[in-house]
């Protein structure tokens, strides 16, 4: 007898487990959803400190542009992982002006800070790119430091000179007027005063032409998935 409830009492049980199963695959049939668990693989991603080659497009000055200026270039060198490429040369780097800095003070240099916001693949593929400048070409004649900081040229032999001429030229109108040495001198200081005074009135820029050639690298891994329009 009680043998006969035991396996009356696992029929029971296992006809309810039938039917809780039976529900569960019509709800999810109703709803649309798989129950089957999926293992995910991560996004791959370009590493950080990969080398990021463009030419730009547009001119960028510390005289004519602020911040929030927009910039653009083209990828000049392929850019590869694993053996493929990633970013084709001719790809568009899109990107803004963070800060402009317009130094006019004798030791002051002025310059210039960028950020790429995105990588647009010439198939039409975008990718969020983060990134510092580390380099430019010579030719625009300016100079990065370690924070990405592009710098222009501050004073230079040039300027010095027309200091030097400016004192001379005080110095012996000084001498002319008052025929004496302190004449001299006074014409000096009032000379020098006012070349310095020249120079600092002057536009001394850091400008990056279209055609130079910038190098970035990446400051945090780039995820390969397409970044939103």
């Known amino acids: 007898m009680a043998k006969r409830i035991a396996i009356a009492v696992a029929t029971i049980a296992l006809s309810l487990t039938a039917v809780a199963q ?5 709800t999810n049939q109703a709803t649309g959803k798989v129950n089957t668990t999926v293992n995910v693989a991560p996004m791959p991603a370009l590493p950080m400190g990969t080398a990021v080659k463009m030419k730009l497009e547009t001119i960028l000055s510390t005289v004519a ?15 590869a992982m694993n053996g493929k490429v990633v970013i084709p040369v001719g790809s568009s780097i899109q990107g ?20 790429p916001d995105q990588v647009i693949t010439p198939n039409g593929d975008k ?7 580390v380099d430019t070409d010579k030719a625009s004649q300016t100079k990065v430091d370690d924070e990405g900081h592009i710098k222009g040229a501050g004073i230079d032999g040039r300027d010095k000179m027309e200091m030097a001429v400016g004192a001379g030229a005080g110095a012996g109108l000084g001498a002319l007027v008052t025929h004496s040495g ?3 001198l006074i014409g000096g200081v009032v000379g020098g005063t006012s070349a310095i005074v020249y120079w600092l009135t002057k536009h001394k820029s850091a400008t990056l032409p279209p055609g130079t050639e910038i190098v970035m690298e990446l400051s945090r891994p780039m995820t390969l998935n397409a970044a939103g329009d």
Do not use: I, M, W
């Open 22 to 26: 039976q529900e569960t695959q019509a």
């Open 65 to 79: 542009n602020k911040a929030g200026d927009p910039f653009a270039g083209r990828v000049t060198q392929d850019v």
């Open 96 to 115: 803004h002006v963070v800060r402009v800095n317009a130094e006019r003070r004798y030791k002051g240099l002025p310059s210039l800070e960028l950020h």
């Open 127 to 133: 990718y969020t790119l983060n990134a510092v400048v």
């Open 182 to 184: 302190t004449g001299a």
